[in-house]
């Protein structure tokens, strides 16, 4: 699907490095994968979403301005993939045990490993809105500034949601809203999944 | 398909939190002058957490699927020189 929105990319106008603005796509792969997993938390719809991002970055990329933020502007075109996804299909979301039993074992050693199972966890149940800035402010170590001209809105914005994210974050790990008890997130689910 | 020679292209990882422009601004040529704030550092447990839960994903091998797209384009570049 991907490779033959590629081919059907019709050739644009020269003005861009290709082949630098190809090493940055390449480059930026890890760091896109895991923010559409933080997203959609469901690793092949993440990763078809990834993709669809690159190919349509590849199509855009007259558009893209050297020199300026390129990570800003991928994560920007995933997030419009998300919430166009998520507007037109959503459903409540499910803990995916093998993201639990990756996240367990990376920790150094278990009480560690169970916090972070458990920030996993509560991740999840927040709204996506205050899910996606606190990644990329928290996780992948973005300015303020930066997640707000991503997102579209103000810094005060950005550094509010972050904030009522992290509270409910710390609220939910050390016990004081029972993760289950939360309210499940809506989310969205990949093409054919029974839920 | 040499998938080989791309894997071996994208042999060399990011490090990761240090992408490509990362300390540019979004559509604002370099060099430009504006406050950047980042949270302030220090115990940060919820931090630390979100940041491992990123590591873990983006340390994960990268799919085949990703290498056949980044092949396609490396194609479309050859082919228009």
């Given at each position: 699907m991907m490779i033959s929105a590629i081919e059907a990319d019709e050739a644009e106008p020269?003005?861009?490095?290709e082949e630098a603005f190809k090493n940055d796509l390449v480059a930026i792969i890890p760091s896109l994968r895991s923010f559409a997993r933080s997203l959609c938390h469901d690793r092949e719809l993440a990763d078809d979403m990834a993709q669809e991002t690159m190919v349509r970055a590849w199509s855009a990329r007259a558009s893209y301005t050297a020199g300026t933020n390129f990570r800003a502007w991928m994560f920007r075109i995933l997030r419009n993939n998300f919430y166009t996804a998520y507007r037109k299909n959503w459903r409540n979301a499910v803990w995916d045990p093998e993201v639990a039993e990756r996240v367990l074992v990376t920790g150094p050693n278990q009480e560690a490993a169970i916090n972070l199972a458990d920030v996993a966890a509560a991740l999840e149940k927040l709204p996506v809105e205050q899910r996606e800035v606190l990644m990329m402010v928290a996780?992948?170590?973005?300015s303020y500034e930066d997640a707000a001209e991503t997102i579209g809105c103000a810094v005060g914005t950005v550094k509010s949601r972050v904030a009522r994210g992290r509270a409910a974050l710390k609220r939910m790990t050390e016990g004081e809203v029972d993760l289950l008890d939360a309210a499940p997130i809506a989310t969205i689910a990949r093409p054919g999944a029974s839920n | 398909m040499d998938i080989g020679h791309h894997q071996s292209a994208l042999s060399?990882?990011?490090?990761?939190?240090?992408?490509?422009?990362?300390s540019k601004k979004l559509n604002?040529?370099?060099g430009g002058r504006k406050t950047i704030t980042t949270p302030s550092r220090g115990r940060d447990p919820i931090g630390d957490a979100l940041r491992q839960l990123h590591d873990s994903v983006a340390s994960e091998p990268i799919p085949p699927s990703f290498l056949d797209l980044v092949a396609e384009i490396e194609k479309k570049i050859e082919q228009s020189r």
């Open positions: 020269a003005i861009v490095d996780a992948h170590g973005m | 060399v990882k990011p490090v990761l939190g240090e992408d490509t422009h990362l604002e040529p370099t």
